[in-house]
């Protein structure tokens, strides 16, 4: 997983257009598929967006606390 400091700027609320922050990943329970969900919230009005993404073999997996 990817450490995300600052979404990029293309990363907006549908809703009021203000920035979304990474929330959580989800990996594929099965480890057989190489997609998972990135799940994104906005700062301002807290809706979600969930984006499949590929997952990276070769990124070190980051616990959070």
């Known amino acids: 997983m990817r450490t995300l400091v600052e979404p990029p700027p293309s990363l907006r609320c549908d809703n009021c257009r ?3 922050r990474f929330k959580q ?3 594929a329970a ?14 301002r009005c ?6 499949i993404v ?4 070769n990124m070190p997996h980051i616990k959070g606390p």
């Open 18 to 20: 203000d920035e979304l």
């Open 46 to 51: 807290g809706c979600e967006k969930v984006f």
């Open 25 to 27: 990943l989800v990996e």
């Open 54 to 57: 590929h997952h990276d073999h």
């Open 30 to 43: 099965d480890g057989t598929s190489d997609l998972d969900e990135e799940i994104f919230i906005c700062v």
